[in-house]
């Protein structure tokens, strides 16, 4: 009788663990090709096809209504009327560390500060952060060169100019779309 039980418990196991293996390779291949890290749910993982004329053309499947679109495989932010206009559009560098995709809000502001590079930055719209690091837009006042800093960066740098318009554009509150 011992035997038996032995037997079926040593089953059980094996099945469970069967199971779990092919529940875990499922999930893996839902995983995106990028990692991310935010307590935020994320939005539609796959990137959305973009216009081959136009790539500075707002992607489709970006939200509805006014918002700032940031293209996380694009390094480009799209301001958005709530007509659905693109009011203006540029490229971005980002920090060291991305937003998961998914739908923020502007979160903080302060016009000037230091940023975590040692850089001094202004006009910077904070939506989110990431294990104590914000998330966010940012103008360095000057060129900062090669930063020589190891510390996770989450500013999301653009031109002065863009950075004026940005500020003017994305109070708080103003919704903030990442995609892909």
């Given at each position: 009788?011992?035997?038996?039980?032995?037997?079926?418990?040593?089953?059980l196991?094996?099945?469970?663990?069967?199971?779990?293996?092919?529940?875990?390779?499922?999930?893996?291949?839902?995983?995106?090709?990028r990692?991310?890290?935010?307590?935020?749910?994320a939005a539609?993982?796959?990137?959305?096809p973009?216009?081959?004329?136009?790539?500075?053309?707002?992607p489709?499947?970006?939200?509805?209504?006014?918002?700032?679109?940031?293209?996380?495989?694009?390094?480009?932010?799209?301001?958005?009327?709530?007509?659905?206009?693109?009011?203006?559009?540029?490229?971005?560098?980002?920090?060291?560390?991305?937003p998961?995709?998914?739908?923020?809000?502007v979160?903080?502001?302060?016009?000037?500060?230091?940023?975590?590079?040692?850089?001094?930055?202004?006009?910077?719209?904070?939506?989110?952060?990431?294990?104590?690091?914000?998330i966010?837009?940012?103008?360095?006042?000057?060129?900062?060169?090669?930063?020589?800093?190891?510390?996770?960066?989450?500013?999301?740098?653009?031109?002065?100019?863009?950075?004026?318009?940005?500020?003017?554009?994305?109070?708080?509150?103003?919704?903030?779309?990442?995609?892909?």
């Open positions: 009788m011992a035997t038996s039980n032995a037997a079926f418990v040593t089953a196991t094996t099945a469970a663990v069967a199971t779990v293996g092919f529940l875990a390779y499922q999930a893996s291949a839902t995983v995106p090709t990692a991310h890290t935010s307590g935020t749910p539609a993982t796959s990137k959305a973009r216009d081959e004329r136009n790539p500075a053309a707002l489709p499947g970006s939200g509805a209504g006014e918002r700032v679109v940031y293209s996380l495989d694009d390094n480009r932010v799209w301001l958005v009327n709530a007509d659905d206009k693109v009011s203006r559009t540029f490229e971005v560098v980002p920090g060291t560390i991305d998961a995709p998914g739908v923020y809000v979160t903080s502001r302060s016009n000037s500060v230091t940023g975590t590079d040692g850089t001094p930055i202004e006009h910077v719209v904070r939506f989110t952060s990431i294990d104590g690091v914000a966010g837009f940012s103008a360095a006042v000057r060129d900062p060169g090669t930063p020589a800093t190891t510390v996770p960066t989450g500013g999301i740098r653009e031109s002065r100019e863009d950075g004026d318009a940005m500020w003017a554009f994305a109070t708080i509150g103003a919704k903030v779309a990442v995609i892909h």
